[in-house]
Structure formats: structure tokens, C-alpha cells
């Protein structure tokens, strides 16, 4: 790469590290940079997972005080999303490019639908059934769903923590504070297993990974500084509109 070209690369990991920690669609700053710089699709994929692992880190860091608030319910998250990437880093070494893709921005849109009418629906519902126990720990559904966006997320990315938002919210009842904090470790657990998998086997250009990884651990911590400080609707609301970018992107 030249100079500029790293100085492009290291922009676009510092916005999709900030994007990780804040809306959820991080790929969106970073994986088109990369298909612009003639990096083919799959290397451009891998890399740019590796690249943006040190953001799930560092943000959640940042979101360390939400997430002490539900230890038991991080490990869970961990725990599914990591092995659900699994899965989804398999898929991406071995399915066609593109056998996905026809299907994301639909998935993306769906889930944008879910986290704007989640307090609507849960509102409704608790009207409904005024004695129901509100609930901070998973259910099967819950958990199955947390395991498939685990796998998205090995696979591609691009809007998985906007699903695990939509997950988190209709599962459970979480102050959307500690919700975005999960969501941020949830991408981390799933980078950070698909990572391993990319470095053992799928071809990498570990320069641009170099590049992405500097550029994005900054940005996850800043993102969940600012994560922190936005009023709910506010964040639901860019959430929503972030998510609908990237499916009209994609599509």
C-alpha cells in the first residue's frame, strides 16, 4: 500500500472501530474501503475481521461498568456468539461468494424494524400481563438467536450488532445502555474466534489487518465513550438509521 492508501485504511478502522462501540455496522466504514483498493472480496472479509477485533476489545473495555451489571449474562453472550462465528467462518471459506448477500439487506431492514418497535412491543405487552416478571437472563429462543447472529457476524458482519440489539431487546429486559455494551462484546466474542480461524487458514493481507487493527482500537474506545453519553432514543435512533444505510448499501 502507499502512503495514502494506509492513511485511508487507518481512517476507515478508527470510523468502524467508533461505529462498533456506537450504531453497529462497522464493516460499513472499512470492508468497502478494502474492495476499493482491489483487495479481493474473501481476503478483504478475513482481514477486515481481524483488523476490527481490537475495536470489540477496546470498547468493551469502555462498557466495562454496564457489563459488570450482568457478569452471568456476558459469559452467555460470549459463549454463544463465539461459537456461532464458528460456524459462520466456516461458511464463509467454503461457500460461493455472494450465496448470503442476496439475503442480508432483507435480514439488516427486518432487524432495523425490530430494535425501533421493541419498546412499543414490550410496552404492550407488559400491559397485557402486568404480573409478568420482567427477564435479565436468556432464554432458549434468546439464546439460539444470540448463537445466529454469532454466526452472521463469522460469516460477514455487516449489521450483526444491530441484530444482537434486536435480539437483547425483545429477549430481555435491559436498560439499552447495558444492551449496546453486550452488543459490543458480543461482536468482540465472535471477531475474536473467527480471527483465530482466519489466521490458521484463509489467505490475509496482513498489512491492511496492521493498518485496521491500529486505526480501530482507538475508535472502539471512543465509540463507547460516546455510546454511553447518548440518551436511549437518540441511540435507538441511530442504530435504526445506521442499519438501514447498510441494507440499502448491500443491496
Given amino acids: ?11 476507515a478502522g478508527f470510523a468502524a472501530g467508533v461505529l462498533t462501540s456506537t450504531v453497529g455496522v462497522a464493516s460499513l466504514a472499512s470492508f ?7 483487495i479481493p472480496p474473501v481476503v478483504a472479509n478475513a482481514s477486515n475481521t481481524i483488523g476490527l477485533t481490537p475495536a470489540g476489545l477496546s470498547g ?3 462498557y466495562r461498568e454496564e457489563l459488570r451489571e450482568q457478569p452471568r449474562l456476558a459469559w452467555v453472550i460470549i459463549v454463544t456468539c463465539g461459537l456461532g462465528s464458528v460456524g459462520g467462518a466456516a461458511l464463509l471459506l467454503a461457500l460461493q461468494p455472494g450465496v448470503f448477500e442476496r439475503v442480508v439487506p432483507c435480514l439488516i431492514l427486518f432487524t432495523c424494524l425490530l430494535v425501533g418497535v421493541q419498546p ?13 416478571k420482567a427477564g435479565t437472563f436468556p432464554g ?22 444491530v441484530m444482537m440489539v434486536a435480539v437483547l431487546g425483545f429477549g430481555l429486559d435491559l436498560d439499552l ?23 490458521v487458514v484463509a489467505d490475509l493481507d496482513w498489512s491492511v489487518v496492521a493498518v485496521l487493527a491500529l486505526g480501530s482500537i482507538g475508535g472502539g474506545y471512543v465509540g463507547s465513550r460516546i455510546g454511553r453519553r447518548l440518551p436511549p432514543t437518540m441511540l435507538r435512533t441511530l442504530i435504526v438509521v445506521a442499519g438501514v444505510i447498510a441494507a440499502v448499501a448491500l443491496a
Fill in 32 to 38: 468497502p474501503v478494502l474492495l476499493a483498493l482491489g
Fill in 120 to 132: 412499543g412491543v414490550t410496552r404492550w405487552l407488559r400491559r397485557r400481563t402486568p404480573d409478568a
Fill in 177 to 199: 445502555r447495558v444492551v449496546n455494551g453486550l452488543k459490543t462484546m458480543a461482536v468482540a466474542a465472535a471477531n475474536v474466534v473467527a480471527s483465530v480461524i482466519f489466521m
Fill in 60 to 62: 468493551s473495555w469502555g
Fill in 1 to 11: 500500500m502507499t502512503l495514502a492508501e494506509q492513511l485511508l485504511v487507518l481512517v
Fill in 140 to 161: 432458549p429462543v434468546t439464546t439460539a438467536l444470540s448463537v445466529l447472529t454469532g454466526a452472521y457476524g463469522g460469516y460477514f458482519g455487516a449489521g450483526s450488532g
